[in-house]
T-cell receptor, first 116, second 111 residues
Framework: EPEVTQTPSHQVTQMGQEVILRCVPI?????FYWYRQILGQKVEFLVS????????KSEIFDDQFSVERPDGSNFTLKIRSTKLEDSAMYFC??????????????FGEGSRLTVL | GQQVMQIPQYQHVQEGEDFTTYCNSS?????IQWYKQRPGGHPVFLIQ?????EVKKQKRLTFQFGEAKKNSSLHITATQTTDVGTYFC???????????FGAGTRLFVKA
């Protein structure tokens, strides 16, 4: 069964460093998302991506964050200068629906980011 | 802004008891989805409801979407230890690209 894959599974970084989290969505999917979950808390929307551009982003997704789909398969989230409060589990998700925000979101297993 | 609220935050039940979690949106939803997240895992899609007043069943799970498309519930009959985890509702809004998650209800089942 096709699945969303994410790397790394866990990244530890120093405050102020740049991190890149990588995702390979399911190949025929059209919409791609990043969500984050601070330990034990809610799943928070960060950004959606469609047709090679950001379709919607949350207030959390400030200038420190960027997304890219450089080669048609990988989907990356970059945090330019990490802060302690960026420590969280970051989930990539994709969807095959033609209409945005409908239909199943397929989540990867997540990348745990720890900022020291 | 659009918000999805979910209660209760936690629920402890004895195996065999029923469980219900409730979800409420500040504005009308185009659809509501439900996900389950096992401890240490990622959210896994359970179901989507689209129509006003819709009721869907999956074995011991019953999902409802309110008439006004602002609230939803998930009811589990006769819980089992395999039901443990966090249940999230997630709402989609017309014209938007994001699916907004509720805070989740963490279910503990005692054998």
């Amino acid at each position: 069964e096709p699945e969303v894959t994410q790397t790394p599974s866990h990244q530890v970084t120093q405050m102020g460093q740049e991190v890149i989290l990588r995702c390979v969505p399911i190949s025929n999917h059209l919409y791609f998302y990043w969500y984050r979950q601070i330990l034990g808390q809610k799943v928070e929307f960060l950004v959606s991506f469609y047709n090679n551009e950001i379709s919607e982003k949350s207030e959390i997704f400030d200038d420190q964050f960027s997304v890219e789909r450089p080669d048609g398969s990988n989907f990356t989230l970059k945090i330019r200068s990490t802060k302690l409060e960026d420590s969280a589990m970051y989930f990539c998700a994709s969807s095959d629906r033609q209409v945005p925000n409908t239909g199943e979101l397929f989540f990867g297993e997540g990348s745990r980011l720890t900022v020291l | 802004g659009q918000q999805v609220m979910q209660i209760p935050q936690y629920q402890h039940v004895q195996e065999g008891e029923d469980f219900t979690t409730y979800c409420n949106s500040s504005t009308t939803l185009s659809n509501i989805q439900w996900y389950k997240q096992r401890p240490g895992g990622h959210p896994v899609f359970l179901i989507q409801l689209v129509k006003s007043g819709e009721v869907k069943k999956q074995k011991r799970l019953t999902f409802q979407f309110g008439e006004a498309k602002k609230n939803s519930s998930l009811h589990i009959t006769a819980t089992q230890t395999t039901d443990v985890g966090t249940y999230f509702c997630a709402g989609g809004y017309t014209g938007g690209f994001k699916t907004i998650f509720g805070a989740g209800t963490r279910l503990f089942v005692k054998a």
